[in-house]
């Protein structure tokens, strides 16, 4: 096995739609749930994995390419990964948190998660990792 | 989600069940907006019974915020922890009109003390 470090990996695409959210939040609940983390641990990364795949769909725009949530557990951190193939687009940062309704994702991303990072995909698409350290960092 | 609304000392409350998303805030959004426009001081958001809150929910919560600043202020009933803190996180905790309490009966005590002001 090459694989002998990573516990589990899993993925679940979904259509570019934010009614969509619903269900990879079980998704996130569920693989959580596989690492061990806490009920607050598991809300933060369901807020941030949202927040990515709200932008994300923002990003696919028509005809709607399908947004990809890959989740692994290696190195003693349960990491998801969120691709969408549209344009590749900076999150906004410009409207700070009190201001209005755009602007508010990335800084909750950076909030709750131990690391954030934003990747511009070859071919375009944009690819946003989250990163949550394990309680028992033993476990992959 | 699921809305449901009713009065508290003379007060629209709406009621929320299940989780606010950027996916069906807009619905919170326009219910609240019906109250705003009938020149309501104050609006009660009870959200005992809301799990799960991201920025879709806080969004339309600031936007309230912004309308009723001038006027009065938005109050929530019973927020989880984690919803808690992302009110925290966002800045929405040091508000001075936009005011947490613990049950029904606080919020009801402090919209008689707004009445008498």
Known sequence: MTHSHIAFSRS??????TSQLYEVRRFVESVAADATLDSERTFDLMVAVSEACANAVEHSGSPGLPVKVKAACRGGR???????YGGFRLPSTANGFQRDHRGLGLPLMVALMDEVRIA??????????????LPAPALC | MELSTSELAGTPVIRIRGEIDHGNASTLS??????LN???????????QVDYMDSGGISVLLSALRR????????????????????QIVGLALDS?????????????????????
Request: negative net charge.
């Open chain 1, 78 to 84: 349960l990491v998801i990964q969120i691709c969408d």
């Open chain 2, 38 to 48: 009938t020149e309501q001081h104050v609006i009660i958001l009870d959200v005992t």
């Open chain 2, 30 to 35: 326009t219910a609240i907006d019906d109250l």
């Open chain 1, 12 to 17: 679940i695409t979904v259509q570019p739609d």
């Open chain 2, 97 to 117: 009109s936009f005011r947490v309490f613990d049950d029904n009966a606080a919020a009801e005590q402090a919209l008689r003390e707004t009445a008498r002001t």
């Open chain 1, 120 to 133: 511009k995909l070859s071919g375009g698409g944009t690819k946003v990792t989250l990163s949550v350290k």
């Open chain 2, 68 to 87: 009723l600043r001038e006027r009065g202020w938005l109050g929530i009933i019973n927020p989880n922890a984690n919803v808690q803190r992302l009110f």
